[in-house]
C-alpha cells in the first residue's frame, strides 16, 4: 500500500514538471520580438511647393469657356433673329484676353506631364539651381524648350491647343455651308434690319473682357498644383488623357468658282456654287497633323512662354508674388496679332454684308474659321488647318479662278434701243 502511494506520487511530479516546462516554452514563444520595419521611404525633395497665380487659371478657364461655347455651333436658323444671336455670341471676345487665356491653359497643360514635372520638383530643392534656372527662364523663354522633359510636355500642348483650333475651325467650316444652304429660304435674301448697329455691337463685343467662371477657374488651378485631372481631347490624330482617336482633313479639291476670303460679295449664288470643301464630305487624304514636323523645334512663341510659365510654377516661383513676370509671358504677340486681324476681317465683311446670308459668311469664316486658324497657328509652326488647294489653268495658261462669279447676280444691262430713222421712199 506504501509503495503503491510512492510511486503514484513521483508519477504525478513527473507529469506536473512536464507540464510547467511545456508552459514555459509556449510562453516564451509568445513574447518573442516581431520582426523590424521596413525602412522609411527616402524623403521628397526639400524646396518650395508648387505654385501658380489664380490669375493664370482665370485667364484659363475663360478660354476653356469660349472653345466649348464656339466649337459646338452649327449653321442652323429659323430667321435672321437666330443669325444675328448666333453673330453676337460668336464675336464676344477680346483678342488679347483669348491669346492670353490660350497660353495660361497651355501652361496648365505642360505642368500635367510627369517627366517634366519630376525634373523641375529635383531643380526646385536645391537653392543654387533653382535661382540660376529661374533667371534663364525668364531672360529667355525659349530656354524651356531644352530642359529634360520639355519636349513631352510641348508635345501635350501642341495637342491641347491644336485640337482646340481644330474644332473650332471644323464648327465655322460648317456655319460657312450654310451661307450657300439658306439662299433657298426666301427670308435668307431679306437685308439685315440695322446693318449700322450690328457693326458697332460686334465692335463693342470686341473689346469688353468676358467674366471669369470661379468653379472652372478652380478645377484648373487645382489640377495645375496637382498635376492629375486635367483631360485634353484632341480629335488630332493623338489623345493626352483618353484614347488615341484618328481624324483628319480633307484636301481641297479645286473648284470652276472660287470662294473669296474676304468679301461677301465674291461669294457664288447658290444656284451654282459647289460645296465649299471645307465642309465637304469627300474622302480625306492626309490628315494636317499626320506630318513629322508638327512637333519640331523651335516651338512657337505660345508653346515657348506656356512652357516657362509652368516651368517657375513647378520650381515653385509661380505664385501670387511672381505675378508681374507671369502675366508679361501671356503675351505671345503672334496670337495677338492673328486675332485682332480676323477681328478687322469681321468688321470689314459686315461692312458689306447686306442679306443674312452673308452675316451667315462673316460668322462661318472670320469669326470661327480664322480664329481656328489663329490656334493653329499658336500651337506649332507647322500647321494649317486650310485645306490644300490645287489650282486649275485654262488653255491659255491663265488662272481658273480668274473670272470668279457674283455673290449676287448682277441684274442683265439693258441696250440702249435704236432709233429709228425715217427714210423716204425713193418714188
Not at 460668336?90 to 506631364?113: D, K, R, T
Not at 517634366?116 to 530656354?143: E, G, Q, V, W
Not at 435668307?188 to 473682357?209: I, Q
Not at 495658261?397 to 425715217?422: I, Q, W
Request: with cysteine.
Amino acid at each position: 500500500m506504501k509503495l503503491a502511494l510512492t510511486k503514484g506520487f513521483g508519477t504525478s511530479l513527473i507529469a506536473l514538471s512536464f507540464a510547467i516546462t511545456l508552459a514555459g516554452t509556449l510562453a516564451g514563444c509568445a513574447t518573442d520580438a516581431p520582426p523590424p520595419a521596413p525602412p522609411p521611404p527616402p524623403p521628397a525633395p526639400a524646396g518650395p511647393p508648387v505654385a501658380l497665380a489664380s490669375e493664370i487659371s482665370d485667364a484659363a478657364a475663360v478660354y476653356k469657356d469660349y472653345i466649348e461655347k464656339v466649337s459646338v455651333m452649327r449653321g442652323q436658323y429659323a430667321d435672321g433673329a437666330a443669325i444675328q444671336a448666333q453673330l453676337a455670341s460668336a464675336e464676344s471676345f477680346e483678342p488679347n484676353q483669348l491669346a492670353h487665356g490660350a497660353v495660361a491653359y497651355a501652361a496648365i497643360v505642360a505642368m500635367q506631364e510627369p517627366a517634366f514635372r519630376s525634373i523641375m520638383r529635383t531643380y526646385a530643392a536645391n537653392d543654387t539651381t533653382r535661382a540660376d534656372i529661374r533667371a534663364k527662364l525668364i531672360a529667355d523663354p525659349a530656354y524651356a524648350a531644352v530642359i529634360p522633359g520639355a519636349d513631352a510636355a510641348a508635345r501635350r500642348v501642341i495637342l491641347a491647343l491644336s485640337s482646340d483650333g481644330q474644332s473650332v475651325y471644323k464648327a465655322g467650316a460648317g456655319v460657312k455651308q450654310a451661307a450657300y444652304d439658306i439662299q433657298h429660304e426666301k427670308w435668307s435674301k431679306e437685308f439685315v434690319a440695322d446693318r449700322d448697329g450690328r457693326l458697332a455691337l460686334a465692335k463693342a463685343n470686341s473689346v469688353t473682357l468676358a467674366s471669369v467662371q470661379s468653379d472652372d477657374s478652380a478645377r484648373l488651378l487645382a489640377a495645375a498644383l496637382s498635376g492629375q485631372g486635367l483631360v485634353t481631347s484632341a480629335d488630332t490624330g493623338q489623345s493626352t488623357g483618353q484614347s488615341t482617336v484618328q481624324v483628319g482633313l480633307p484636301v481641297q479639291a479645286t473648284q470652276a468658282t472660287p470662294i473669296n476670303g474676304g468679301n461677301p460679295a465674291m461669294i457664288p449664288d447658290a444656284g451654282t456654287a459647289p460645296v465649299p470643301a471645307e465642309a465637304s464630305a469627300t474622302s480625306a487624304a492626309t490628315s494636317v497633323f499626320d506630318r513629322p514636323d508638327l512637333f519640331n523645334q523651335p516651338y512657337t512663341q505660345a508653346v515657348n512662354r506656356a512652357l516657362t510659365i509652368a516651368a517657375l510654377a513647378l520650381l515653385g516661383e509661380g505664385g501670387e508674388t511672381n505675378l508681374p513676370t507671369l502675366t508679361s509671358l501671356l503675351d505671345d504677340g503672334d496670337g495677338q496679332r492673328c486675332l485682332q486681324m480676323s477681328k478687322l476681317n469681321l468688321y470689314q465683311c459686315l461692312a458689306v454684308a447686306k442679306p443674312h446670308y452673308e452675316d451667315v459668311f462673316c460668322v462661318g469664316q472670320h469669326v470661327l474659321m480664322d480664329t481656328g486658324q489663329c490656334l493653329g497657328k499658336m500651337s506649332s509652326n507647322a500647321l494649317s488647318f486650310a485645306p490644300v488647294t490645287r489650282v486649275g489653268f485654262k488653255a491659255d495658261g491663265t488662272s481658273a479662278y480668274a473670272d470668279p462669279k457674283p455673290y449676287l447676280k448682277p441684274a442683265p444691262v439693258k441696250k440702249a434701243a435704236k432709233k429709228k430713222v425715217a427714210t423716204k421712199k425713193k418714188k
